[in-house]
């Protein structure tokens, strides 16, 4: 690590050298200093520290025209870890524009790292140990390599965006396929869009406004309806025997006088009678409002929604018919 730290300064050394290093810099003039400096790490962190006390003094331009003339084209220094050779020219461009801040902030940068890179390496016999319980910890437990799924989740991704590209790139070369491809794209969205908003309305006024019931056998008792609903129970249709079940309520609450006997209505428009009746109506008396609300929600969620029954919404249907005041056998 240590010795990819110095590379790095080595590399950003190199990088801004002139004439790359920006606009309006002028070249760093090559006269004056040596070519290259050999050091070892004790006396380039002391030449380092040389030049940084000079700069923190204020130097006049003068002054710092004759730094940036005695510096070296590069430092070779020569540490345990190897031997770096380190460009001047970051620091002589910095000299050259003469700023004295930037010229110091970076001989101490390089002077920390150079510590750092001189810094004893600690090893551990039981170094694969410790790494081994850290590792061990429970916020490092979801740290896997990617398994099979997600290797073939990133080829899928990579093979749709490559298609995309491909079809993006096309479409560049020629603009008249390109902008027919994006309004196809465009008419689609907005179909799909279409589309669901349709199926959803439709869902919602077949939920609320429900089917009429025609075919239903109006000559029925609430007795027949909660046969019915007990022969369906015992075959497993417990959707049929909650469907039978409200109706048996209706049948029940027809012969109590609270609904009329028209079964053209909805269930959505025999709850609003009962609970809710019409100017010049009577409410009834005993509330029977709660036990067909519950009834109604059972019927729309089973029947009408599709949402399937079991055992237990038999039984609560067979609650509320209790509740209205049905004798089960």
């Given at each position: 690590m240590r010795c990819s730290v110095l590379s790095l300064l080595i590399l950003l050394g190199v990088a801004a050298n002139p004439p790359t290093f920006g606009q309006g810099q002028h070249a760093t003039p090559e006269t004056g200093g040596p070519v290259s400096s050999a050091y070892d790490g004790a006396s380039f962190t002391a030449e380092l520290r040389r030049i940084a006390e000079i700069l923190n003094k204020k130097p006049s331009r003068n002054e710092m025209a004759a730094l940036r003339d005695s510096l070296p084209k590069r430092w070779s220094v020569a540490t345990s870890q190897g031997s770096f050779s380190i460009s001047s020219g970051p620091l002589r461009n910095q000299?050259?524009?003469?700023?004295?801040?930037?010229?110091?902030?970076?001989?101490?940068?390089?002077?920390?790292?150079?510590?750092?890179?001189?810094?004893?390496?600690?090893?551990?016999?039981?170094?694969?140990?410790?790494?081994?319980?850290?590792?061990?910890?429970?916020?490092?437990?979801?740290?896997?390599?990617?398994?099979a799924l997600d290797l073939l989740r990133q080829r899928l991704a990579a093979w749709v965006e490559g298609m995309l590209l491909k079809l993006l790139g096309g479409a560049s070369r020629h603009p008249i396929g390109g902008q027919i491809l994006f309004w196809l794209l465009i008419v689609a969205a907005v179909g799909f869009v279409a589309i669901w908003v349709f199926r959803f309305l439709v869902k919602r006024d077949h939920v609320n406004a429900l089917e009429g019931v025609d075919a239903l056998t109006a000559a029925m008792t609430w007795q027949?309806?909660?046969?019915?609903?007990?022969?369906?129970?015992?075959?497993?249709?417990?959707?049929?025997?909650?469907?039978?079940?409200?109706?048996?309520?209706?049948?029940?609450?027809?012969?109590?006088?609270?609904?009329?006997?028209?079964?053209?209505?909805?269930?959505?428009?025999?709850?609003?009678?009962?609970?809710?009746?019409?100017?010049?109506?009577?409410?009834?008396?005993?509330?029977?409002?709660?036990?067909?609300?519950?009834?109604?929600?059972?019927?729309?969620?089973?029947?009408?929604?599709?949402?399937?029954?079991?055992?237990?919404?038999?039984?609560?249907?067979?609650?509320?018919?209790?509740?209205?005041?049905?004798?089960?056998?």
């Open positions: 000299l050259n524009s003469f700023s004295s801040e930037k010229a110091q902030a970076w001989v101490k940068h390089l002077e920390q790292e150079l510590e750092f890179s001189q810094q004893p390496v600690s090893s551990s016999p039981n170094a694969r140990a410790e790494l081994d319980h850290i590792l061990a910890r429970s916020e490092f437990g979801t740290v896997k390599p990617p398994s027949e309806w909660i046969r019915e609903a007990r022969e369906a129970a015992s075959h497993g249709n417990f959707r049929e025997a909650v469907h039978s079940a409200y109706w048996a309520g209706i049948a029940r609450l027809e012969d109590l006088g609270v609904v009329p006997k028209d079964r053209t209505k909805t269930p959505r428009e025999y709850l609003q009678l009962v609970v809710a009746p019409v100017d010049g109506q009577l409410a009834p008396e005993q509330n029977h409002g709660a036990p067909l609300s519950a009834l109604t929600k059972g019927l729309e969620r089973t029947w009408y929604a599709h949402r399937g029954a079991g055992l237990e919404d038999f039984h609560e249907s067979l609650r509320h018919l209790e509740a209205m005041g049905c004798l089960l056998e």
